[in-house]
């Protein structure tokens, strides 16, 4: 199985400032077919069922604030929050999807300062 | 809009079953892979299961093969999560998810909890 790797577990951030959380694969989720890579990222705001962020390294789902962004390659991925605001508050999940069983990330809790 | 209600959660003995139902509405069911992924209290995401659009094909969590199977039927846009032989460690709110490649959609879940 794929093991997914999160730092750091929490981050504390002031609003307005920029917040980064890392995941690691232990195996590249870059697909050899179609070039994409399977990785998405999910928060879990408190209280509420997983949403969806980004899907596959960088594509924001619908209604997602231009504020979140993710990249990277291979088997180190990041997504960043460009100025954190209030509303972001919750646990970030990174998930691949390259093969089954599909493997989350531990959780990074992020939480206002 | 999408919607997706789960049901069937409660509080089991033991080696006893039980079966959740996920009723989807907002969106043409027989054309989306749909997925069951859990959470143990306080414990992060653990995907459960997977079926095909057409219920052609399913994969499992090593964790529960051989004790889950996941089923749907198109007719009533409904999917399915048969869990027999409960252990203590399954344990955990049970999210449907509707997914064509990505989880795009996650149900609000239903508690199961596993105890003697």
């Known amino acids: 199985d794929i093991v997914m790797t999160q730092t750091p577990l929490s981050l504390s951030v002031t609003p307005g400032e920029p917040a980064s959380i890392s995941c690691r694969s232990s195996?590249?989720?870059?697909?050899?077919?179609?070039?994409?890579?399977?990785l998405d990222w999910y928060l879990q705001k408190p209280g509420q069922s997983p949403q969806l962020l980004i899907y596959?390294?960088?594509y924001r789902a619908s209604g997602v604030p231009d504020r979140f962004s993710g990249s990277g390659s291979g088997t180190d991925f990041t997504l960043k929050i460009s100025r954190v605001e209030a509303d972001d508050v919750g646990v970030y999940y990174c998930?691949?999807?390259?093969?089954?069983?599909?493997?989350f990330g531990g959780g990074t809790k992020v939480e206002i300062k | 809009q999408v919607q997706l209600v789960e049901s069937g959660g409660g509080v089991v003995q033991p080696g006893r079953s039980l079966r959740l139902s996920c009723a989807a509405s907002?969106?043409?069911?027989?054309?989306?892979?749909m997925q069951w992924v859990r959470q143990a209290p306080g414990k992060g995401l653990e995907w459960v299961a997977v079926?095909?659009?057409?219920?052609?094909?399913?994969k499992y969590a090593d964790s529960v093969k051989g004790r889950f199977t996941i089923s749907r039927d198109n007719s009533r846009d409904t999917l399915y999560l048969q869990m027999n032989s409960l252990r203590v460690e399954d344990t955990a709110v049970y999210y449907c998810?509707?997914?064509?490649?990505?989880?795009?959609?996650w149900g609000q879940g239903t508690l199961v909890t596993v105890s003697s």
């Open positions: 998810a509707r997914a064509y490649g990505e989880i795009d959609y």
């Open positions: 907002g969106f043409s069911f027989f054309n989306y892979g």
């Open positions: 079926i095909w659009y057409n219920g052609s094909n399913k």
């Open positions: 195996q590249s989720l870059l697909a050899s077919d179609d070039g994409n890579t399977y």
């Open positions: 596959k390294l960088s």
């Open positions: 998930m691949q999807r390259i093969e089954f069983p599909l493997t």
